[in-house]
């Protein structure tokens, strides 16, 4: 209770320091993160409070997307819960028989030392309030096993579902979602580790000529195809993802502008040396082209910035002429 009390009054004071309004929702992520339970969460917000990101209502508002609001993942959580209290419920009840057991079993002594009178009856009492603890405990194993069965299958359901949750279904990719968590965690480590961390963010050109001519059917298996050719081509430590439409990311850790570069040039080479082709009647679709913008995370900087750079420089590609790899760095701080 104490503690509980103590995460609530510093979930109210960091509501009062960010000048955010107490809100259920601006709450529930403050105090989850004082009480440091989900750590997911800890990890992004401590990130961006390291980063002096802007702590605003919809920042709040991403966290709690992120993080809390997932029905799948909340309803296996829920049954979790139920499952723990009844199996709990159980316990408390076998406790209360074996209490009721342990005072028969002392009124039967009491009773003996005072003579043998009425033993038989208390004999038999006694042997029926252990036939009656025994049945019950055997009861009560199997239930908890049960139990213990379906927390495991309840398991097994929030781990897929939270799978779901962060997977692309077209191009079988993680996701936005699950990319925003992945670019706060990586740029954590690189703070900490000093390492470089690039980013690639990847477009399809011309992709709206792409389902205009050839239909969305066509297109979908163009996004398909990328994304098999990003992740073929994605070193065993990048984390790429579908962005968003005909946008692609990939996060590159560890990994100099220079060989960020490199990288993207690779991907960029392997799809414009396809000749695509529909399957009916073999006719001519040409070959699908990407431009890329590249940038290096400056430690420290807001996550925002970073994307920004990389998508100014994936615009620069295009407006240079597509299929082709930019690079932008990071505009030098001058002290006053």
């Known amino acids: 209770m104490a503690a509980a009390t103590a995460h609530g009054e510093a979930a109210a004071g960091s509501m009062r320091r960010f000048g955010l309004p107490p809100t259920p929702l601006n709450y529930t992520i403050w105090y989850e993160f004082h009480a440091g339970r989900n750590l997911g969460l800890t990890r992004a917000l401590s990130v961006a409070l390291s980063n002096r990101r802007s702590i605003n209502s919809i920042m709040m508002a991403e966290l709690h997307d992120l993080f809390f609001t997932i029905a799948p993942e909340r309803e296996a959580a829920r049954e979790a819960r139920a499952t723990l209290r009844e199996a709990a419920g159980r316990i408390l009840e076998a406790g209360a028989d074996a209490q009721r057991y342990g005072e028969t079993l002392s009124e039967v002594a009491e009773t ?31 239930e908890l096993n049960a139990s213990g069965d379906r927390i495991v299958a309840l398991e097994k359901q929030l781990a897929a579902a939270q799978q779901v949750s962060m997977t692309d279904p077209l191009t079988a990719l993680p996701n936005r979602r699950a990319f925003d968590a992945m670019i706060l965690e990586h740029a954590g480590q690189a703070m900490n580790s000093g390492r470089d961390l ?7 050109d011309h992709f709206k000529r792409v389902n205009d001519v050839w239909g969305h059917i066509v297109g979908d298996a163009v996004i398909r195809l990328v994304a098999a050719t990003i992740a073929q081509h994605a070193p065993e430590q990048a984390r790429a993802a579908r962005y968003g439409g005909e946008e692609f990311a990939m996060l590159l850790p560890a990994t100099s502008l220079h060989h960020a570069r490199i990288r993207g040039e690779t991907v960029r080479t392997a799809l414009a040396a396809r000749r695509l082709s529909l399957r009916a009647n073999a006719e001519p679709i040409g070959s699908v082209t990407v431009s890329i913008g590249a940038a290096r995370y400056e430690p420290g900087e807001p996550i925002g910035a970073w994307i920004e750079r990389a998508d100014a420089a994936l615009y620069r590609a295009k407006q240079q002429g597509r299929n082709r790899v930019v690079t932008l760095v990071a505009a030098p701080i001058i002290a006053d």
Do not use: F, H, P, Y
């Not at 033993?119 to 009560?140: G, Q």
């Not at 690039?198 to 399809?204: P, Q």
């Open 112 to 142: 003996m030392d005072e003579g043998t009178v009425g033993l038989t009856s208390l004999i038999t009492r006694l042997a029926s309030e252990t036939a009656t603890l025994s049945a019950k405990s055997a009861r009560l194993g199997l």
């Open 198 to 204: 690039c980013l690639l963010m990847i477009d399809i």
